[in-house]
């Protein structure tokens, strides 16, 4: 069975940082893209941030450029979210996303293509 385990979510006052982590387990996604997505109270989930198979290629929404930044470890099949300089409108619920590609397209921010989810991690922002 695969599963995406996300970590890292918690309290923060607004401008502090956190750190995310997606761990799967089951299969490995080293070849494939995987990303993050949020959803806030009583809104749409969104995309956050993507990363390709070799960690070469990245893409962020607009609202998180220059604030959060995604990596991976392919030794240990983990991607990441740090999260900078955070605001009350960053609390959401992160999801983990993995997909079937090896790079990050479009039909993958529609929400479209992914292919596995993870149940998600709470990050809360106080102001």
């Known amino acids: 069975q695969v599963q995406l385990v996300e970590s890292g979510g918690g309290l923060v006052q607004a401008g502090g940082s956190l750190k995310l982590s997606c761990v799967p387990s089951?299969?490995?996604?080293?070849?494939?893209?995987m990303g993050w997505f949020r959803q806030a109270p009583g809104k749409e989930r969104e995309f956050v941030a993507a990363?390709?198979?070799?960690?070469?290629?990245?893409e962020y929404a607009d609202s998180v450029k220059g604030r959060f930044l995604i990596s991976r470890d392919t030794a240990t099949n983990t991607i990441y979210l740090r999260m900078d300089s955070l605001k009350p409108e960053d609390t959401a619920i992160y999801y983990c996303?993995?997909?079937?590609?090896?790079?990050?397209?479009?039909?993958?921010?529609?929400?479209?293509?992914?292919?596995?989810w993870g149940k998600g991690t709470l990050v809360t922002v106080s102001s």
């Open positions: 089951g299969r490995s996604f080293t070849s494939n893209a």
């Open positions: 990363i390709s198979w070799s960690g070469g290629m990245t």
């Open positions: 996303a993995a997909t079937f590609s090896s790079h990050w397209s479009p039909v993958h921010t529609s929400m479209k293509g992914i292919d596995y």
